[in-house]
């Protein structure tokens, strides 16, 4: 049986959850032996979980794998609306699942952490200084650079396979440039998931889950995602 566009969407998202924040919570996690690994290696890590993803989910789904892409692709025509609920269920509920795998992966680690604002960051993002209006338009800026970066690399003709190399690229460097501020998330899925999952599992010494902030990850991305592809359609196309 052909594996249908949902499931690709949820085990990609999954895959994209369980290596990315998997880099997260051993840089951060107390006796990990990456603990303290630094920042270069979660964009580095983030970005090599995104290429795997793709490789694994694309010739099925495309590997939209975030509801910010989808939702992108469809304000300019690339996309059906009529399919972008199945693919964002299916994004949130493979976040939900990578996450719990994180949570499993590092088990013993959780009560060796005793900051509990260490804990959520490996689920979910979290601006470095707390304004509203800058931390919106540093997601926004970040997923705008995102659909605009992708859309001009759907124009290139690459060898086969070698496309998720070169988002894998992009990934990184909107990492390091831009994503010091608010943790980079460019994602709803990849951050709201996770937050449930933080919410609902009994870790260790955890604090609250933040949900004050949530939609700032939830809402930026996804304007700021679409705003990239029309801003392309509107110059190149």
Not at 93 to 117: C, M, Q, R, S
Request: aromatic content about 12%.
């Amino acid at each position: 049986m052909n594996m249908s566009p949902f499931i690709a969407e949820l085990i990609g998202t999954a895959l994209l959850i369980y290596l990315g924040n998997g880099v997260v919570a051993g840089v951060l996690l107390k006796q990990s032996k990456s603990e303290g690994a630094g920042w270069l290696v979660i964009c580095i890590g983030w970005a090599l979980a995104v290429t795997f993803a793709i490789y694994m989910s694309g010739p099925i789904s495309g590997a939209h794998l975030n509801p910010a892409v989808t939702i992108g692709l469809a304000a300019v025509g690339k996309f059906s609306w009529h399919d972008v609920p199945i693919y964002i269920f299916g994004q949130l509920i493979g976040a939900i699942v990578g996450a719990v795998f994180v949570f499993l992966h590092y088990y013993p680690h959780w009560e060796k952490t005793n900051d509990p604002d260490l804990k959520l960051a490996v689920f979910c993002t979290a601006p470095a200084i707390r304004n509203p209006i800058w931390n919106f338009f540093s997601e926004f800026m970040g997923t705008f650079i995102l659909m605009l970066g992708l859309s001009a690399l759907g124009a290139n003709k690459f060898a086969d396979g070698l496309n998720p190399l070169v988002v894998g690229a992009l990934i990184v460097s909107i990492g390091t440039s831009l994503g010091g501020t608010t943790g980079w998330a460019i994602n709803p899925a990849r951050d709201l998931g996770p937050r449930i999952v933080h919410a609902i599992l009994p870790i260790s010494g955890k604090g609250g889950s933040d949900w004050g902030y949530s939609w700032i990850p939830i809402i930026a991305p996804i304007l700021g995602g679409t705003m990239g592809t029309l801003f392309y359609k509107l110059f190149w196309s």
